[in-house]
């Protein structure tokens, strides 16, 4: 737990801000820069059957209450004892929502909730007491909830639900307008969406761990690159990542799996959806050119940005030690054109190498096969591009990975690039707009190499 932050910008030239010391302890925090907005999770360290969590909101630069906000601690009071630590806490802002999770996996016990922060108006309430949840921002009016549901006596389920955010302010009861809130007192909101997943075999059971929905940046939220600052209205691409262990005949076997989903197709749906229930989309009606999956070699890292707008960036195993995933399908059609263009006759002897080594659904098959790529090609081509479009699909087969009853195929493009030039190796790597940062952790502290992808990257 900590009572103090600083935050430290990665451009050199900026100015470090002082610390921000607080008279209370914490572990969960996030920052809103263009609001000067910091909102921090906490419990009551002295009142162990306290049931509360408190939200701060505070601001960026003075550590003092925010302006703007007319309750700036807002306070939640839980049927159950709530976490401490991660991973039953985190917390998210935009615009005038902050949201909350608040969660026991291991009992399948979760409550997200939103409020506008500058009223303190509690706005929706999702919640179950049968499974698992992460979440992320479609856009500014709707959210996308990955769900989980663990069962050891019957079917694990995998879904995604999308809500409608309450938007009407003043229609939210008094109750509902304070300082403090009990969540008993607040009706579940209701999904306007579910969008069936694979059915998961009986024999295999969803982990209450490495369970992640990501999407940066958040909707309406600043991205900066070298040549111009934007907001994107909406999130492009959604990551999902799971992983199944086998009960009965398949006890100690685990599989491990990274799904990317298009959010422009998310919100295409949203549009069309009406308000009067919940429709339903079963899997065989939207994930096979909707989605792209794959295969991952370990559980993931819950605090590492690997998703910047619709890229992606996986650690490698071994040379060239990292590669960038793009799937935004106008860049994918782009340079799929523009290489036709330019050679209208000649095979693309890439893609076929990577595809007769199983590379096109399985990450450590990937990197392997990226790794043997490199040792082969000549050293004066460093730079490389794979274009995977929707004839060429990933399929996961039930022979060789567990966890589903019906092999996957799915299709969403994308276009792979790398580089064969030396670089350190890094302990990790994250992304942001057009900035790959390199991790490498020391004994007593932690070093950050920034590297900017070029235009042709």
């Given at each position: 737990f900590s009572d103090t932050?600083?935050?430290?910008?990665?451009?050199?030239?900026?100015?470090?801000?002082?610390p921000l010391s607080f008279d209370f302890t914490f572990n969960e925090f996030t920052t809103d820069p263009g609001q000067g907005l910091l909102a921090i999770l906490?419990?009551?360290?002295?009142?162990?059957?306290?049931?509360?969590?408190?939200?701060?909101?505070?601001?960026?630069?003075?550590?003092?209450?925010?302006?703007?906000a007319r309750h700036p601690r807002l306070t939640a009071?839980?049927?159950?004892?709530?976490?401490?630590?991660?991973?039953?806490?985190?917390?998210?802002i935009m615009g005038d929502l902050v949201l909350a999770k608040v969660s026991l996996p291991q009992t399948h016990k979760y409550e997200l909730l939103v409020w506008n922060w500058k009223f303190g108006i509690l706005l929706d309430k999702i919640s179950s007491r049968k499974g698992i949840c992460d979440y992320a921002f479609l856009d500014q009016q709707h959210l996308v909830v990955l769900s989980g549901s663990p069962s050891i006596q019957s079917h694990s389920a995998l879904a995604l639900l999308i809500h409608a955010i309450s938007d009407n302010v003043s229609a939210h009861s008094y109750s509902l307008n304070t300082e403090q809130i009990r969540i008993t007192d607040v009706p579940i909101s209701q999904p306007i969406l579910c969008l069936g997943l694979p059915q998961i075999k009986k024999s295999c059971t969803l982990s209450e761990t490495g369970f992640f929905l990501q999407a940066q940046p958040t909707p309406g939220r600043a991205?900066?690159?070298?040549?111009?600052?934007?907001?994107?209205?909406?999130?492009?691409?959604?990551?999902?990542?799971?992983?199944?262990?086998?009960t009965l005949d398949n006890w100690g076997s685990r599989g491990y799996y990274r799904v990317f989903v298009d959010g422009r197709f998310l919100l295409d749906q949203v549009r069309i959806t009406p308000r009067n229930g919940t429709k339903v989309l079963p899997w065989s009606s939207w994930g096979e050119r909707a989605t792209?999956?794959?295969?991952?070699?370990?559980?993931?890292?819950?605090?590492?940005?690997?998703?910047?707008?619709?890229?992606?960036?996986?650690?490698?195993?071994h040379h060239p030690h990292y590669c960038v995933f793009d799937f935004s399908r106008p860049i994918v059609r782009r340079f799929r054109d523009s290489y036709a263009q330019l050679h209208p006759v000649?095979?693309?002897?890439?893609?076929?190498?990577?595809?007769?080594?199983?590379?096109?659904?399985?990450?450590?098959?990937?990197?392997?096969?990226?790794?043997?790529?490199s040792i082969n090609s000549p050293?004066?081509?460093?730079?490389?591009?794979?274009?995977?479009?929707?004839?060429?699909?990933?399929i996961i087969g039930i022979d060789g990975y567990i966890g589903f009853d019906e092999p996957i195929t799915s299709r969403l493009p994308y276009r792979l690039v790398f580089r064969t030039d030396e670089k350190p190796?890094?302990?990790?790597?994250?992304?942001?707009?057009?900035?790959?940062?390199?991790?490498?952790?020391?004994?007593?502290?932690?070093?950050?190499?920034?590297y900017r992808l070029e235009k042709n990257e």
């Open positions: 932050l600083q935050f430290i910008p990665l451009d050199s030239e900026a100015p470090e801000s002082p906490s419990r009551s360290m002295h009142r162990p059957k306290d049931m509360s969590v408190y939200i701060h909101l505070r601001s960026s630069t003075t550590r003092l209450a925010h302006t703007l009071v839980f049927d159950f004892e709530p976490p401490y630590v991660w991973p039953g806490f985190s917390i998210e991205m900066y690159t070298s040549s111009v600052t934007f907001a994107c209205p909406h999130a492009r691409i959604f990551s999902l990542t799971f992983f199944l262990h086998g792209r999956w794959f295969v991952v070699p370990e559980e993931s890292d819950h605090w590492i940005s690997w998703m910047s707008s619709s890229r992606f960036i996986t650690l490698l195993p000649a095979p693309n002897q890439d893609n076929d190498f990577f595809k007769t080594k199983g590379a096109f659904q399985d990450l450590a098959r990937l990197g392997s096969a990226i790794s043997q790529f050293r004066n081509r460093q730079f490389f591009t794979i274009t995977v479009g929707e004839d060429q699909p990933s190796e890094h302990g990790g790597w994250q992304i942001n707009g057009d900035c790959v940062i390199g991790i490498t952790s020391g004994e007593t502290s932690e070093t950050l190499t920034i």
